[in-house]
């Protein structure tokens, strides 16, 4: 049986309701706000993997320090890549998954830009 493994690369540009470079920095005012949501963000993802009959779900921590999402609040199925500073950096954990997702930033179709943005080029 193989197992059916996706890769997230999450950074908080691009994240709803991120629209601030307070919530960009460790001393910034809104940044505890910023990883509330990007813990959320990854919670429901990985949910909806997991109940399409994906096995693992793969989160590279990919913003600033790259320890924004917390350990104890992933579901068990979440590996979870963190720390600063890896080789691969935004797509460390990425081989061998079979669903690989690099960007939380919806940049195509929009008629004005995110106030906050940047992109990773796919594997």
Known sequence: MTVRRAFISLDLEGLPHVVSREHLFVKGSLYAEARKIATEVVKV??????ENRVDEVIVT???GP????PVDEMPGYVKLVRGFQRQRS???GARGATLQSLSTTP????EKPPLITHTVEPL
């Open 61 to 63: 921590d990919s913003h």
């Open 107 to 110: 940049r195509l179709g929009l």
């Open 90 to 92: 935004m797509v460390a």
């Open 45 to 50: 993802v990985a949910e909806t993997l997991h």
């Open 66 to 69: 790259m320890v924004n999402i």
